[in-house]
């Protein structure tokens, strides 16, 4: 930098300095910019993070199968419309999930769970906990790692036997200083033996809330056979019973009574398949093939998790682009701004601009001050702005509960445009000043 842009730098400096409540003033519209863009990015970059965690959390590509536990389905009316009478469905079981794996295309895994509210007692204490009866495969289809220990084996699931899994929650709370390998708890009527510790899971409040999830920390889990044979089997209705159900045209209290309870086997079917694309052709046919398999009776929901926290995902990258270009809107606001505040000094300060083209001047120095002038404006505003928009990402974090992640792309980006606002709309104030006729400008009143 030679001498006279170092000149023409000075004297910028020292007229924003003379008339720093106009300069704070101007670059108002670009602090808020700033501001503006580096919250929105956090907020919209701390969503993504959040569904991206909830994706792990229910699995990719899979259907999940969940019983309805009071029927409504309509009563229907016999060919003369004389009686009333309601088909009677098995409910969600195990050979549904077989069904579903035998005749179903594109299914890689199939996961039936059974969950009971229960009670864990060791070493003098208790704690409320959940019983989960699962698979191997269950393990696989949510991506949970063995912290220590080993997973269930065939003969466990063969023979039901006492063995169980636990979270890592029920393991620091009973088991802070020793290895639970190998030691028996009591969940619920029943001592089981830990094989096994998963590694801990972090889960926020938010994505129990909106997926309806439990702490897997602290749960139980024991291979399925075991739950159904030394638990509770609620698999009550047999083949006769929905013969009999369907036949007669009354029934009695008993009957209605055993409807009205959970009379499903499972708590939760999850299918997983190849392909993302055939998750709604396939979530299809297997509402289908469960309707004929429960006689026509609808006691069951169907969803599919990641459709739905992809449709999340596109309203809230549509929601942040038009929170960007809001933002992106009060920068150019604020160029604008600058503009016309550097117009303005044009006018007031043009026996100045004469008195320094009389003297030797240039009409590139000129053009250097006022440029150097808008510059330091934006420069300075991006700052502020910088600043202003960290503490306003930790103030909606802090205060509305809302994730927000602060990256160095995002300051960059709105500083670099902060800069460059500055730079595009001085030209036009600067090309103007430095047009002045230094003859005219002195005799200017």
């Known amino acids: 930098m030679n001498e006279r842009t170092l000149a023409a730098l000075s004297i910028a400096l020292e007229a924003l300095r003379s008339n720093h409540t106009r300069s704070l003033l101007t670059a108002l519209g670009i602090i808020f910019g700033v501001a503006a863009v580096i919250a929105m990015l956090?907020?919209?970059?701390?969503?993504?993070?959040?569904?991206?965690?909830?994706?792990?959390?229910?699995?990719?590509n899979n259907i999940v199968i969940s019983p309805e536990t009071v029927q409504s389905q309509e009563a229907l009316r016999d060919l003369e419309g004389a009686r009333e009478k309601e088909k009677f469905s098995p409910g969600l079981r195990l050979s549904d999930a077989e069904a579903v794996m035998e005749v179903v295309p594109s299914v890689r895994k199939i996961s039936p769970e059974i969950v009971m509210d229960t009670y864990v007692i060791s070493h003098g204490l208790r704690r409320s906990a959940k019983l989960v009866g699962v698979q191997p495969v269950y393990f696989e289809i949510f991506n949970f790692q063995l912290d220590e220990g080993r997973m269930f084996n065939d003969i466990h699931l063969q023979r039901g036997d006492a063995v169980c899994i636990i979270g890592k929650s029920i393991k620091n709370r009973f088991f802070p200083t020793e290895s639970p390998i190998g030691q028996k708890i009591k969940v619920g009527q029943h001592w089981l033996e830990i094989i096994g510790v998963l590694e801990q899971r972090l889960i926020s409040d938010q994505s129990i809330s909106n997926l309806g999830i439990r702490d897997y920390n602290m749960d139980v889990y024991a291979p399925l056979q075991t739950v159904l044979i030394r638990y509770k089997n609620r698999e009550l209705v047999t083949g006769a019973m929905i013969q009999q159900a369907n036949s007669n045209d009354e029934e009695d209290e008993e009957a209605m009574r055993q409807r009205e309870r959970n009379y499903h086997q499972l708590d939760r079917l999850v299918v997983q398949l190849d392909n993302s694309e055939l998750l709604a052709p396939v979530a299809d046919i297997i509402s289908r093939?469960?309707?004929?398999?429960?006689?026509?009776?609808?006691?069951?929901?169907?969803?599919?998790?990641?459709?739905?926290?992809?449709?999340?995902q596109r309203n809230n990258e549509l929601f942040n682009y038009v929170l960007s270009a809001i933002a992106g809107i009060s920068l150019l606001v604020g160029g604008i701004g600058i503009m016309n505040i550097m117009l303005a000094s044009v006018l007031e300060r043009i026996k100045e601009i004469g008195l320094r083209l009389s003297l030797g001047a240039k009409k590139q120095d000129i053009v250097y001050q006022f440029m150097f002038e808008s510059m330091l404006i934006s420069i300075a505003g991006g700052l502020i702005g910088v600043i202003l928009g960290i503490v306003l990402a930790y103030a909606v974090?802090?205060?509305?509960?809302?994730?927000?992640?602060?990256?160095?792309?995002?300051?960059?980006?709105?500083?670099?445009?902060?800069?460059?606002?500055?730079?595009?709309?001085?030209?036009?104030?600067?090309?103007r000043a430095a047009n002045q006729n230094p003859i005219n400008s002195l005799r200017y009143e």
């Open 42 to 60: 956090a907020i919209g970059k701390g969503t993504q993070q959040e569904i991206n965690e909830q994706m792990k959390l229910v699995g990719v």
């Open 289 to 312: 093939l469960l309707e004929r398999r429960h006689y026509g009776v609808v006691d069951y929901q169907v969803e599919i998790p990641e459709l739905l926290l992809k449709q999340q």
């Open 397 to 431: 974090s802090h205060f509305a509960g809302i994730k927000t992640i602060i990256s160095l792309g995002s300051i960059f980006i709105s500083f670099g445009v902060a800069a460059s606002v500055g730079l595009l709309f001085g030209i036009a104030p600067a090309q």
